[in-house]
C-alpha cells in the first residue's frame, strides 16, 4: 500500500510519464481497494481522469486499469457526488474501455439505495447512458441496458425513463438503426420482465406494441428477431397475461397457420415454433396444446420433414415440451404418430450431422427422464415403450455412441443411460447387456474431464436409485458404491517392483 501510495503521488502530475503509470497499474495488483482509500485524494483521481483525454492509447488503457482499482475503493455516493462530470466526459469519450469503465460505475451507484437518487437527479447522465446505446460497439450497448435496466427497477426509475423526456432520447435512439431499434426493444423486454408495474409502464410508452407490430407485420427477417424478444417477455406471468389480452398469441398461431403458403416461412418458422415450446412449459402444456392445435401439428411436420434445420428446431421444441410429465402425457396423446417420430429420432441421433445428433440425444434425456415421485405404473410402461421405439436395439445404440472418441457425443450418451438410471426396466435392460455394468464402472474408457463427471452422473443416479440393490444385486451394487465414494477423477495407484538386473 505504501509504494503503491508513492507511486500514486508520482502520477498525480498533469504529465505523467507512461511508465510510471505501468508501475502504478502493477502495483495497485497486490493492494486490497480498502487499504487505499484513506490515500486517496481528490487531486489524484481529477489527474487520472484528466489523462484520459489525451490521445495515446496505451495511456489511457493504463488510466482505465487504474481506476477501475481505484474506484472500487470509494463508496458509490462518494462517486456520483464528486465525480459526476467525469463520468459524463466518461459516457461519450471514444473509446470503449472508458465509457464501459463509466458505466460499470453507473452500475455501482444504481445498486446502492443511498446514491440511486443522485443518479436519478441526473438527466444528463442518463441521456448519455441511453446514447451508449446507439453506439456500433455492442459490449457498450450491453452494459448500457444492463444499467438502464437496473434503474428502471425502482418506481422513481421508472417514472425518470417513461414519464419524462427521457423517453424521447429512448425513441430517438430508436431510430438511428436497426440493430439499435432492437437494443432498444431488449431493454424494454428486460424492463417489463420485472413486475406488472415495470410491464405497464413500457406498455404506456408505447414502445411493446411497436415490438409486437414489427413481429406481426410483412417482414419475414424482422419477424424473426422479434419473435426471440417476445418469446423472453412470455417467461413472465405478467408477459403472458399482457400478449394474450393484446391477442399476440392468436396472431403468432395464424402466422403458423398461413406458413404453408409462404415460401419464405422457413425464416421465421422456427422461433415461433419455439414461441409456442417455451409458452407450454411454463404455462400448461395441455391448455396450450389445446388451443393451439397448429402449434403440435407443425413440430409433427418439421420433424417429419427432410431438412435438417428443421428437424433441429421440432427435436429441441419435443425436449422442452416432454420435460414434464404433464407435456409427456400429451406427446402420448398422439399415439403412433409419436411412436413412429421417435425412431427416427433414434435414426437421427445415430446417423445425423453432429450438431443434430446432439440436439436429438439431449431432447431423448429430457423426454425419457421421470423424477422418482412421478414413477408410477403407468409413466413408466410409457418411457419404457418410448425407449424401445428409438431402436431395435436402443440399449446398444447409445452405448454405440458412448464409445465413439467426440467427447459431445459420448457425454450425449452417456446423459441418455443417466435419464433412464433410477427406472427399474432400464436398470433390468443395463443389467441384461452383456458387459454394461462392466462398462458403466471402468474408469479407463472417459478420456476427458466432461466425459469423466458425465459417467459419475450416472453412477450416483443409479447409486441413489431405490431399487438398484435389489436389480443389480449386491455385488455390483457395491462395486457402484465404491466408484462413487472414490469420486469422478479417481486414479488407483500402481505399485511397481524393482526387479534385479531389469533395464
Known sequence: AEAAAALLERAAPRDAALEELRALR???????????????????????????????REQVSACVSILEKLLQALDPLYVIQNLREELQKGLCHPEDSVRILSIHQVGRIVEDSG??????????LLRLLISCIGGEKIAVAKEAIKSLSRIAQSQDGLEALFVGSLLSDLKNVMAMSDVVRYRVY???????????????????????SELIGELTGEDVLVRATCIEMVTSLAHTPQGRQYLAQQGVIDKISNIILGAE?????????????KFFGNLAVVDSPQQICERYPVFM??????????????????????????????????????RSRFQNLLSKIGHQAKNAPTELRLRCLDAISSLLYLPPEQQTEDLLRMTESWFTSLSSQPLELFRSISTQPFPDLHCGALRVFTAIANQPWAQKLMLDSPGFVEYVVDRSVEPDKASKDAKYDLVKALVNSKT????????????????LQEGPYYVKAVSTTAVEGAE
Do not use: W
Not at 443522485?118 to 444528463?124: A, D, F
Open 297 to 334: 401439428e407443425k413440430v409433427f411436420e418439421m420433424a417429419e420433414s427432410q431438412d435438417p434445420t428443421m428437424i433441429g428446431v421440432a427435436v429441441d421444441t419435443l425436449g422442452i415440451l416432454g420435460s414434464n410429465v404433464e407435456g409427456k402425457q400429451v406427446l402420448q396423446k398422439t
Open 261 to 273: 403458403s409462404d415460401p419464405f416461412s422457413g425464416f421465421y418458422l422456427p422461433g415461433f415454433v
Open 186 to 208: 431488449e431493454l424494454i423486454v428486460e424492463i417489463s420482465s420485472v413486475s406488472a408495474e415495470s410491464l405497464s409502464y413500457c406498455a404506456n410508452s408505447g414502445l411493446i
Open 26 to 56: 502493477v502495483a495497485l495488483q497486490a493492494v486490497p481497494p480498502a487499504a487505499l482509500r484513506a490515500r486517496l485524494g481528490d487531486h489524484h483521481l481529477a489527474a487520472l481522469f484528466g489523462l484520459l483525454s489525451a490521445g495515446d
Open 468 to 483: 438398484i440393490a435389489e436389480i443389480f444385486g449386491n455385488q455390483y451394487y457395491l462395486r457402484l458404491r465404491a466408484y
Open 115 to 124: 446514491a440511486v437518487t443522485e443518479i436519478l437527479n441526473s438527466p444528463e
